[in-house]
C-alpha cells in the first residue's frame, strides 16, 4: 500500500521495537557491538560503519525523498563534502551561482586544491549552463529556492542538460524540503539536505543526508565509514522527532512567509522583496509547478543601504539575529556579513543591503509587528 507523507514521515524505519514495544525509536548510544561469531555480525559491528538509529533516519528520508537509499551524515557540508570526492582530480563541476556560501568555500577553497574545477553560472539561464557544460563535467549543482536570493531553477531541464553532456544532477533540497519539492522526480541524480535546517526543524541539531540510488549510495557510504563525518545516535533521533512534524511545520511556515512577503512589497522602507510566492518574482510561475507551497524563507533589501540593513536585523526582538534557518523561531540575518561572507568579492557576492528571514511558525501578526518596528527605527 502507497502512504501519504506524512504517514511515511512518522512510520517509514520506525516500527515498535521488537523487545520492549517502545513506539520510538531508541536512541542506540553505544561505540560497538557484540557478534556471535568470529567474523558474524547481527547487522551492525562498529558505530562508524552502522547504528540503527542512523538507518532508521535513512530509511525514513530515502522515503520522503523518493530515492532508493539516503546516507547521513554530521553537517550538511559533510554531506556535500562525500558527494565531492566522488569526484577525481581534473573533473568540472558546474554550480549555481547563487548558493550556500559555504559550499562554494568548500569547493572553490578546498577541493580545488586536489584538482576538481568549478565554474559558477546563473543556472536560470539554460544557454549559459550549456555553454558551461565540457567533457570532464561531471555534476551540475543546483539549489533551488536559492540561498539568499531565492532564485527558482527549472530542475527538469537542468536535468536534460546534464544528462546530455554525461553529468548527473545534484539538487540541494534544504530550503524547499522533501516536503514541498520532490527533485528526483524532476530528474535530479542527488538530493542534499542540511538536516539541521527544516528536516530537524528545531534548531537543536546538526546534521546532513544525500539521497539517491543504490548504487551511489554505496560508494557513500563508503566514504561514510571511510571518513567517518557520521552523525551520533541521538543526533540522529533528534531529527527523526523533528520529520515527524515536518509537514505540518512547513504549511505554517509557507503561510506566515507568504503574509510577511506581501507585507514587506508594501512597506515604504522596503526596495524588494524575494519570495517565489509573490506573482511578480520571476519564478514564481515555475516554482507553482515543482513546488507544493512557496517555502519558508523570504530575502528583502531595505532603503538605506548596508547601515539601514544592519540596524533592521540588530533591532527585531522576536526574530532572533543568528545565524541557520528552517527552525520553528524566526531568524533574521545579513548575508553579506554573516552566512555569506566567505563569497565577498566572486561572482557570488550578495547586496549589502540584504536581509534574509527564516520565517518562523509564530504568531503572524506578531512577526509583522517585530519588523514593522525594526523597520521604523531606520527612518
Known amino acids: 500500500m502507497s502512504h501519504g507523507f506524512d504517514t511515511r514521515a512518522i512510520h517509514v524505519g520506525q516500527e515498535p521495537e521488537p523487545t520492549t514495544g517502545a513506539v520510538v525509536v531508541p536512541i ?11 567474523g558474524e555480525h547481527l547487522g551492525y559491528e562498529y ?38 570526492r566522488t569526484l577525481s582530480p581534473g573533473d568540472h563541476v558546474v554550480m549555481a ?18 584538482g576538481i574545477e568549478v565554474t559558477a553560472v546563473d543556472l536560470a539561464d539554460l544557454d549559459a549552463v550549456r555553454a558551461a557544460m565540457g567533457p570532464r563535467t561531471k555534476l551540475l549543482w543546483a539549489e533551488t529556492p536559492s540561498n539568499p536570493l531565492l532564485k527558482v531553477l527549472d530542475l527538469a531541464a537542468l536535468a ?56 551511489t549510495a554505496e560508494d557513500l557510504a563508503f566514504l561514510q565509514n571511510a571518513v567517518g563525518a557520521v552523525p551520533g545516535p541521538f543526533d540522529a533521533w533528534l531529527t527523526l522527532r523533528g520529520v515527524k512534524t515536518l509537514g505540518v511545520r512547513m504549511d505554517r511556515h509557507c503561510d506566515n512567509a507568504a503574509r510577511i512577503a506581501r507585507w514587506l512589497s508594501d512597506h515604504p522602507r ?91 511558525i509564530e504568531a503572524v501578526d506578531d512577526l509583522i509587528g517585530d519588523l514593522d518596528a525594526a523597520l521604523a527605527a531606520t527612518a
Not at 522576536?318 to 552566512?339: K, N, Q, R, Y
Open 160 to 215: 536534460g542538460i546534464a544528462h546530455e553532456h554525461g553529468a548527473r544532477l545534484v539538487a540541494d533540497n534544504t530550503f524547499a524540503t522533501p516536503y514541498l519539492q520532490q527533485p528526483t522526480a524532476l530528474g535530479a541524480d542527488l538530493v542534499v539536505h542540511s538536516t539541521t535546517k527544516y528536516l530537524g526543524g528545531h534548531s537543536d541539531v546538526v546534521g546532513g543526508a544525500v539521497c539517491t540510488d543504490a548504487r
Open 28 to 38: 542506540y548510544q553505544t561505540s560497538t557491538f557484540a557478534q556471535p561469531a568470529v
Open 270 to 360: 522596503v526596495t524588494a522583496v524575494q519570495y517565489p510566492g509573490l506573482p511578480d518574482h520571476p519564478g514564481h510561475t515555475l516554482a507553482a509547478t515543482q513546488m507544493r507551497a512557496f517555502g519558508g524563507m523570504v530575502s528583502f533589501q531595505v532603503d538605506g543601504g548596508v547601515t539601514a540593513a544592519k540596524q533592521v536585523a540588530e533591532g527585531t526582538e522576536l526574530f532572533f539575529l543568528a545565524e541557520s534557518l528552517g527552525g520553528v523561531e524566526s531568524l533574521i540575518e545579513h548575508p553579506g556579513i554573516m552566512t555569506h561572507a566567505s563569497v565577498a568579492g566572486t561572482a557570488l557576492e550578495v547586496p549589502d543591503d540584504l536581509l534574509r528571514l527564516s520565517v518562523g
Open 97 to 114: 551561482d547563487d548558493v550556500y556560501g559555504g559550499t562554494w568555500r568548500q569547493i572553490a577553497q578546498v577541493h580545488t586544491r586536489w
Open 47 to 84: 558505530a562508524r560503519t552502522g547504528n540503527p538509529t542512523r538507518t532508521a533516519l535513512q530509511e525514513c528520508l530515502a522515503s520522503l525523498e523518493g530515492t532508493e537509499q539516503a546516507v547521513c551524515f554530521a553537517s550538511g557540508l559533510a554531506a556535500e563534502d562525500a558527494i565531492f
